[in-house]
T-cell receptor, first 113, second 115 residues
């Protein structure tokens, strides 16, 4: 059963507008969350992370929000640029070691010029 | 910069063939992983290794084995390839100590087609 879910397989946004990518998880023991970006024919690259002691983390145009009570996190990209077009994966991990990193199914973001 | 290198980017193999996917990382990371990525299923963990000669099964180990004879190299082996193993395979590594404060570094991926 998928412990990390990205219910929107795709999202299209106009250049300059905000992109909001959503992720839900089921395991309340998860305490570290990451977003990865993946271009075609390349491996995923790390984008931004957040630990469960925070509810927000910003890095330039990218902000991740964590709502622990709702078991929900979101990635905001403002302003969206055509180069942001990629597949975005969220991932979650618990305290107990490196092996239990669970990935969502990904959301394909298309930023329209 | 951390570099994770997957030597084979695109392979086409026949059903029943033995397939080796090689991965090398240059940052002395203890932990290495093999994932496969399939449309609608995200990244699924096949095997991981936290030290030389150590290996642990991930979520979908059936049909696969691994080898870690040296710290920098982690090999994924398909003993008898089948068409349902057609996929993109991703190798990754992180330092010891787990994910907190670290991030996973991925290779560029190996596209395997089994015909």
């Amino acid at each position: 059963d998928q412990q990390v879910k990205q219910n929107s397989p795709s999202l299209s946004v106009q250049e300059g507008r905000i992109s909001i990518l959503n992720c839900d998880y089921t395991n309340s023991m998860f305490d570290y969350f990451l977003w990865y970006k993946k271009y075609p024919a390349e491996g995923p690259t790390f984008l931004i992370s957040i630990s469960s002691i925070k509810d927000k983390n910003e890095d330039g145009r990218f902000t991740v929000f964590l709502n622990k009570s709702a078991k929900h996190l979101s990635l905001h990209i403002v302003p969206s640029q055509p180069g942001d077009s990629a597949v975005y994966f969220c991932a979650a991990s618990g305290k107990t070691g490196a092996n239990n990193l669970f990935f969502g199914t990904g959301t394909r973001l298309t930023v329209i010029p | 910069d951390v570099k994770v290198t997957q030597s084979s980017r695109y392979l086409v193999k026949r059903t029943g063939e033995k397939v080796f996917l090689e991965c090398v990382q240059d940052m002395d990371h203890e932990n290495m992983f093999w994932y496969r990525q399939d449309p609608g299923l995200g990244l699924r963990l096949i095997y991981f290794s936290y030290d030389v000669k150590m290996k642990e099964k991930g979520d979908i180990p059936e049909g696969y084995s691994v080898s870690r004879e040296k710290k920098e190299r982690f090999s994924l082996i398909l003993e008898s390839a089948s068409t349902n193993q057609t996929s993109m395979y991703l190798c990754a590594s992180i330092p010891g100590g787990g994910l907190a404060g670290n991030t996973i570094y991925f290779g560029e991926g190996s596209w395997l087609t089994v015909v």
